[in-house]
């Protein structure tokens, strides 16, 4: 290990290590520092990766059940479930492995260990195995630490039949019975993964809807399926309390949205908590710099991303919402480029967020819940999927694509979209609002037909009551 660096970043999750590199790539001396074996962090060893390779055979075993609609039927799938881990850790190590490839052709030094400050200026970084930590001086630190599973209030119970989403993506077994805990991004996917499998999953969510932020419309098409692929979706719910049981967890919910006939007690083989993330910001000696952490535990930053001690830069899950991998890594070039001298800021206006859920749901910039909140004029226009002929041919004629445009300008301020690959679709929309594209621009982009991207193009047309599947005339001015 060196005596000092100029840049040192403190964890190698998509933050992390797209800063490191991209500091190596201007010509920096750097070390990154993180426990695992080789970059990657909670998104590519036990989050984004695992969950996407699972949610693949989810698609797949859900097709093959869908089939049987066109005359193709399949037997019922035997689950090699040693088999169904050994393709995700596959995954996961090649990835994994690459970045480790990567960062030491970019003659990075990384350091796998702990890291904590001594000053703001210094690291004490205690490596695998060793007990002793070894300081590491340094011009300008990065901290990605980002962040880990909440936890239940009130629930203490230890046992291996509740599980988090790292425990759960370990697929231990296919229970019998699921019991999610939360419905935003997590509890769905990995609920989705679980029914896919067989296991009859429960949903329990405290709000009045799944997926609490994202735009009812949307929403609702999702929940659809969400309550035709398990047992019960419990809004307004809560667990109170949980005990080990004899052949599994007994949970005790509470709640105005509980059905008056449901048992208040039931047991399910497994629990999965999914009730959010909390950020990493605990860092050893932190308090020896100028750093300041929100009463939310999130590390203060400015634009750039420097915190209130000018020697450390902070990105990712630690410094706020939405904690996505591709928010991580674009402020991690932004601090590098602010370390690196130049004058930026992170300062996106659409940052997309996609649940890779059967079907995807996708959105970006302004959603018309928050443009009804900002009391903000908008025109939304909406393309329903029943008239898309891509949707048709997939037998998928569940989803919509809508736009939140200004009425005036006819900018398109945000897109949303449900409905399969509407996480790829959903790129478009990102390009469209960052461009500060119009509906005439997209009306008018040629879109390959027989495409679910035609969607996008097509809700542009319904602006103008032009869309030739769909019949709106546009209202006199
Ligand atoms: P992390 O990826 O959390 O990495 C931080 C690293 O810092 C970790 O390796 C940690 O061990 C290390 N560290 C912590 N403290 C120290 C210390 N003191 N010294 C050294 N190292 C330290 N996001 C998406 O955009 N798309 C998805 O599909 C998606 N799916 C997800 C699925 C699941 C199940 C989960 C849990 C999350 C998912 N996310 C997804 C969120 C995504 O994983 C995070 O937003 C992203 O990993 C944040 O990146 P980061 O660089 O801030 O930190
Ligand atoms: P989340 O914030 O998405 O959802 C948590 C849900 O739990 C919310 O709906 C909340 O109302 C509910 N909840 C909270 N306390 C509860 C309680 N006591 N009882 C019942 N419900 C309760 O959090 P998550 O699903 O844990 O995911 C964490 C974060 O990880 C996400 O916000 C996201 O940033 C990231 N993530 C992203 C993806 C993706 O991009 N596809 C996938 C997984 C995770």
């Not at 049987?68 to 799938?77: K, L, Q, Y």
């Not at 735009?215 to 929940?223: I, K, Y």
């Amino acid at each position: 290990m060196p005596q000092s660096t100029q840049v040192v970043v403190i964890g190698a999750g998509p933050g992390g290590y797209a800063a490191a590199f991209y500091a190596a790539d201007l010509g920096m001396q750097v070390a990154l520092v993180d426990p695992d074996v080789n970059p990657g962090g909670v998104c590519l060893y036990r989050g984004c990766i695992p969950s996407k390779a699972l949610l693949h055979v989810a698609d797949v075993l859900n097709e093959a059940r869908h089939a049987e609609a066109w005359g193709v039927t399949f037997g019922a799938p035997k689950i090699d479930i040693e088999k169904l881990r050994a393709f995700k850790t596959k995954v996961v190590n090649q990835l994994t492995g690459g970045l480790g490839q990567l960062s030491k052709q970019r003659k990075i030094t990384y350091i796998q260990g702990t890291a904590g400050f001594r000053d703001p200026r210094t690291l004490e970084i205690t490596r695998e195995g060793q007990s002793q930590p070894e300081t590491l001086t340094f011009e300008h630190a990065i901290i990605a630490t980002g962040s880990r599973p909440s936890t239940l209030p009130g629930v203490t119970l230890q046992s291996p039949r509740l599980m988090d989403s790292t425990s759960a993506l370990e697929v231990p077994d296919v229970p019998g019975s699921l019991l999610v805990v939360g419905g935003g991004y997590i509890g769905l996917e990995l609920g989705t993964v679980y029914a896919a499998l067989g296991t009859k999953v429960t949903v329990v969510e405290m709000t009045d809807g799944l997926l609490p932020g994202a735009d009812r419309d949307l929403v609702n098409v999702l929940a659809r399926r969400i309550e035709s692929m398990s047992e019960a979706v419990l809004l307004k719910t809560k667990v109170v309390a949980m005990k080990e049981a004899k052949n599994g967890i007994a949970v005790t919910f509470e709640g105005e949205g509980l059905p008056a006939d449901a048992p208040k007690e039931r047991t399910f083989d497994r629990v999965l908590v999914s009730v959010g993330r909390r950020p990493n910001s605990a860092v050893p000696g932190l308090d020896r710099t100028r750093v300041k952490v929100t009463a939310r535990g999130f590390i203060e930053v400015d634009p750039a991303r420097r915190t209130a001690e000018p020697s450390i830069y902070a990105i990712g899950d630690v410094v706020g919402e939405p904690m996505l991998a591709h928010k991580a890594s674009h402020e991690g070039r932004v601090a590098v480029e602010s370390i690196a001298g130049e004058r930026v800021a992170f300062e996106p206006l659409a940052i997309p967020a996609v649940v890779f859920t059967d079907p995807e749901l996708a959105w970006c910039g302004l959603t018309e819940t928050d443009a009804r909140k900002q009391k903000r004029e908008v025109t939304v226009t909406r393309f329903p999927w029943a008239a898309s002929g891509r949707a048709l041919t997939l037998d998928r004629t569940d989803g919509m694509t809508k736009l939140v445009l200004d009425p005036k300008t006819e900018r398109v301020l945000g897109v949303g979209i449900v409905g399969p690959g509407a996480g790829e679709l959903i790129a478009e929309g990102v390009l469209a609002v960052e461009m500060g594209a119009n509906a005439t621009d997209v009306r008018m982009t040629i879109h390959p037909h027989p495409t679910l991207s035609e969607t996008i193009m097509e809700s542009a047309e319904v602006f103008f009551g032009q869309a030739t599947h769909v019949y709106r005339p546009r209202k006199k001015a």
